[in-house]
């Protein structure tokens, strides 16, 4: 599917190879850590405290590819006009940077989940925020292998 | 890189109340800004960074897109089916071009 597209068929050639790693260096070393990550969330949420729960993260525990992991996100909220999910934000915290996606629902989305797909650039821990609409804000976490996209990583 | 192009998969009719899924998938590189090219050039960031989805004008779902989002975007979403008309996805360019697809769909 994506090997007809200019530059991505590169890094895929690059990355089976293996030599790869030298195009990734330099992404690597301007890599995001969790602090940063956390202050995207503060950002993202502001002074909120998340509490665990509500949110289902599914991902793999070990990633196919760096380039394009599957991810869906679904909180659980009956999307009515009194209660329901405002936003949803994806947080990585080893990529080059930390934010992913933020997705803004209505309670015209009727079902508070959204999938797509992602990059990793190394193992690292994915976190899901959803923030609802009294107020308060839930996330989940994983963690996921990736062996492909961070050089072994 | 050719024009993008958008497939999507929205259900044409749909009965009141039901919640559809709209799975969708532009053709994007989604260069991220921190690759060289062979002559060790910074290769410029070119994503979409907004998704857009309106049911009649109304906005149903939306996301804002970072860089690590894949090339080739495909994402899943979904809509409270209410009354009949016309579904868009917008995907927004960095370079500012704005890429649509509308769908009909009968609600019944």
Same mark, same amino acid.
């Given at each position: +599917?994506?090997?007809?597209?200019?530059?991505?068929?590169?890094?895929?050639?690059?990355?089976?190879?293996?030599?790869?790693?030298? &195009?990734?260096?330099?992404?690597?070393?301007?890599? &995001?850590?969790?602090?940063?990550?956390?202050?995207?969330?503060?950002?993202?949420?502001?002074?909120?405290?998340?509490?665990?729960?509500?949110?289902? !993260?599914?991902?793999?525990?070990?990633? %196919?590819?760096?380039?394009?992991?599957?991810?869906?996100?679904?909180?659980?909220?009956? +999307?009515?006009?009194?209660?329901?999910?405002?936003?949803?934000?994806?947080?990585?915290?080893?990529?080059?940077?930390?934010?992913?996606?933020?997705? @803004?629902?209505?309670?015209?989305?009727?079902?508070? %989940?959204?999938? @797509?797909?992602?990059? !990793?650039?190394?193992?690292?821990?994915?976190?899901?925020?959803?923030?609802?609409?009294?107020?308060?804000?839930?996330?989940?976490?994983?963690?996921?292998?990736?062996?492909?996209?961070?050089?072994?990583? | +890189?050719?024009?993008?192009?958008?497939?999507?998969?929205?259900?044409?009719?749909?009965?009141?109340?039901?919640?559809?899924?709209?799975?969708?998938?532009?053709?994007?590189?989604?260069?991220?800004?921190?690759?060289?090219?062979? &002559?060790?050039?910074?290769?410029?960031?070119?994503?979409?960074?907004?998704?857009?989805?309106?049911?009649?004008?109304?906005?149903?779902?939306?996301?804002?897109?970072?860089?690590? +989002?894949?090339?080739?975007? @495909?994402?899943?979403?979904?809509? !409270? &089916?209410? %009354?009949?008309?016309?579904?868009? !996805?917008? @995907?927004?360019?960095?370079?500012?071009?704005?890429?649509?697809?509308?769908? %009909?769909?009968?609600?019944?």
């Amino acid at each position: +599917m994506a090997k007809k597209v200019e530059g991505w068929s590169r890094r895929d050639v690059l990355a089976a190879a293996g030599i790869g790693c030298v &195009a990734m260096a330099a992404p690597k070393m301007a890599q &995001a850590t969790p602090q940063e990550a956390d202050d995207l969330v503060k950002k993202l949420i502001g002074g909120a405290a998340p509490k665990e729960g509500k949110v289902q !993260l599914k991902i793999k525990d070990v990633a %196919e590819s760096g380039a394009a992991e599957p991810i869906a996100v679904s909180v659980d909220s009956p +999307m009515s006009a009194a209660d329901h999910v405002k936003a949803i934000h994806v947080v990585a915290e080893g990529n080059p940077a930390p934010g992913v996606s933020s997705w @803004f629902l209505t309670p015209k989305s009727g079902k508070a %989940e959204v999938a @797509f797909r992602m990059r !990793l650039a190394k193992t690292q821990v994915v976190r899901a925020y959803a923030v609802m609409s009294d107020g308060s804000v839930w996330m989940a976490k994983q963690e996921i292998k990736v062996t492909i996209g961070g050089c072994g990583g | +890189m050719a024009a993008p192009t958008i497939k999507s998969r929205i259900p044409a009719k749909a009965k009141k109340g039901e919640i559809i899924e709209i799975k969708a998938q532009i053709t994007h590189d989604m260069e991220t800004g921190q690759r060289k090219d062979a &002559a060790g050039k910074v290769i410029p960031r070119k994503i979409i960074n907004k998704f857009v989805v309106t049911w009649n004008n109304d906005i149903v779902t939306s996301g804002d897109w970072h860089t690590a +989002m894949s090339a080739n975007p @495909f994402v899943t979403c979904y809509a !409270l &089916a209410t %009354e009949s008309g016309k579904i868009k !996805l917008a @995907f927004h360019d960095d370079s500012g071009e704005v890429y649509e697809q509308v769908s %009909e769909i009968t609600v019944e």
